[in-house]
């Protein structure tokens, strides 16, 4: 059974920067893409970023685009999410998907069979 593990969250102010990471135990070209989701109080899931394992495509909710990179290093298994300009409204508990399915840029949870446990980010204003 696949494990994904995020770390990196944590407390950061309004304008500030974290980088977010989720190590995957197996290859990450067992997979299709690699996303990041993140749920915060009251809100629905969104997902913020996505990257595709055959070439590195990435993509992005208009939320976060320009602010936000998604970055993998195959060596070690691990897919990066690089937040800078951070907002109040960015807080939330970030998770990592895995995707076994084609459907390149999907940011619909139901496509991601694989979670992490997730890592909480507050942005203080």
């Known amino acids: 059974q696949v494990q994904l593990v995020e770390s990196g969250g944590g407390l950061v102010q309004s304008g500030g920067s974290l980088r977010l990471s989720c190590s995957v135990s197996e290859s990450l070209y067992d997979y299709y893409g690699i996303a990041w989701f993140r749920k915060a109080p009251g809100k629905e899931r969104e997902g913020v970023a996505c990257?595709?394992?055959?070439?590195?495509?990435?993509y992005y909710s208009n939320s976060v685009k320009g602010r936000f990179t998604i970055s993998r290093d195959s060596a070690k298994n691990t897919v990066y999410l690089q937040m800078y300009s951070l907002k109040p409204e960015d807080s939330a508990v970030y998770y990592c998907?895995?995707?076994?399915?084609?459907?390149?840029?999907?940011?619909?949870?139901?496509?991601?069979?694989?979670w992490g446990q997730g890592t909480q980010v507050t942005v203080s204003s």
């Open positions: 998907a895995a995707r076994s399915i084609p459907a390149e840029g999907s940011f619909s949870g139901s496509d991601y069979y694989y």
């Open positions: 990257i595709e394992m055959s070439d590195a495509s990435e």
